[in-house]
T-cell receptor, first 115, second 112 residues
Framework: DVKVTQSSRYLVKRTGEKVFLECVQD?????MFWYRQDPGLGLRLIYF???????EKGDIPEGYSVSREKKERFSLILESASTNQTSMYLC??????????????FGPGTRLTVL | GQNIDQPTEMTATEGAIVQINCTYQ??????LFWYQQHAGEAPTFLSY????GLEEKGRFSSFLSRSKGYSYLLLKELQMKDSASYLC?????????????FGRGTSLIVHP
């Protein structure tokens, strides 16, 4: 079974703090994604990566950056957390997007609260 | 631009059939996914359609019409455990990759 893990289920940070959200997958997937999920807005793509050290902006990249130094790990960074970044953050991975048929496997999510 | 529409909420009775619709407008299209998400849990894959027609998988079926930009998820013999949010996602090309654009999800409530 594919396993996608995220470093924390719940996180509370203060405004202005630097925040790291870590995601690890164990199935040698090429592609990894970071989403945020908010009530009434659904899943919105922040960043994705299709290879080590490669990254692409999604639909809402502002205020975020990412890092992919190793194939299995994809980190989401909030350089200076703000209250409007309070959300559920979901990481996902897929084998390859080149065929367009690959399912995404999601991690359990990190509920981040910024005070 | 990308636009995915699905109803916000639906209710149905245990044992009944329910159809959740999804319409999409994307710049480029390479198939449509349906995911199920129980409260507090991660989304899990249900189905993928890239060709027109109906794909059946047990109690769940998914239909796609590319010309109409329309899909639906059909759930038969509803069970209480089917109460969840159902996410529609259209796959679109970007550069050398394909990425999904998700709808806002349909919350399905199954009551006895």
């Amino acid at each position: 079974d594919v396993k996608v893990t995220q470093s924390s289920r719940y996180l509370v940070k203060r405004t202005g703090e630097k925040v790291f959200l870590e995601c690890v997958q164990d199935m040698d997937h090429e592609n990894m994604f970071w989403y945020r999920q908010d009530p009434g807005l659904g899943l919105r793509l922040i960043y994705f990566s299709y290879d080590v050290k490669m990254k692409e902006k999604g639909d809402i990249p502002e205020g975020y950056s990412v890092s992919r130094e190793k194939k299995e790990r994809f980190s989401l960074i909030l350089e200076s957390a703000s209250t409007n970044q309070t959300s559920m953050y979901l990481c996902a991975s897929s084998l390859s997007t080149s065929t367009s048929t690959d399912t995404q496997y999601f991690g359990p999510g990190t509920r981040l609260t910024v005070l | 631009g990308q636009n995915i529409d699905q109803p916000t909420e639906m209710t149905a009775t245990e044992g009944a059939i329910v159809q959740i619709n999804c319409t999409y407008q994307t710049s480029g299209f390479n198939g449509l996914f349906w995911y199920q998400q129980h409260a507090g849990e991660a989304p899990t894959f249900l189905s993928y359609n890239v060709l027109d027609g109906l794909e059946e998988k047990g109690r769940f079926s998914s239909f796609l019409s590319r010309s109409k930009g329309y899909s639906y998820l059909l759930l038969k013999e509803l069970q209480m455990k089917d109460s969840a949010s159902y996410l529609c996602a259209a796959l679109r090309p970007t550069g050398g990759s394909y990425i999904p654009t998700f709808g806002r999800g349909t919350s399905l409530i199954v009551h006895p």
